[in-house]
């Protein structure tokens, strides 16, 4: 069983950044991807990052040049640098996790961004 547990939303004016983080129970080199969704009010859960083992990375068209996955293997935690913020960035963002055939959620962190 893996743990994730976000952190690093909040409220931010549109240009703004914010940094999340998903801190990992285990060991996050193992996992065969990792990333993050976001669901905002009304509407369904939607990839935002998907980020494979062997290098691989997408991106949802919305958030291509302004966001960026990274990972600390040593401390466990994936990243999620948002930069220029938009009002429809604002969402609860969801970590995830693959692994074995289960995916893991974290609980979750609101990102809202207001004029």
């Known amino acids: 069983q893996v743990q994730l547990v976000e952190s690093g939303g909040g409220s931010v004016q549109p240009g703004g950044s914010l940094r999340l983080s998903c801190a990992a129970s285990?060991?996050?080199?193992?996992?065969?991807?990792m990333g993050w969704y976001r669901e905002a009010p009304g509407k369904e859960r939607e990839l935002v990052v998907l980020s494979l083992r062997i290098g691989f990375t997408k991106y949802a068209d919305p958030v291509k040049g302004r966001f960026t996955i990274s990972r600390d293997n040593a401390k466990n935690t994936v990243y999620l640098q948002m930069s220029s913020l938009k009002s429809e960035d604002t969402a609860v963002y969801y970590c995830?996790?693959?692994?074995?055939?289960?995916?893991?959620w974290g609980q979750g962190t609101q990102v809202t961004v207001y004029s």
């Open positions: 285990g060991s996050i080199f193992s996992m065969n991807s």
């Open positions: 995830f996790a693959d692994n074995d055939g289960n995916r893991y």
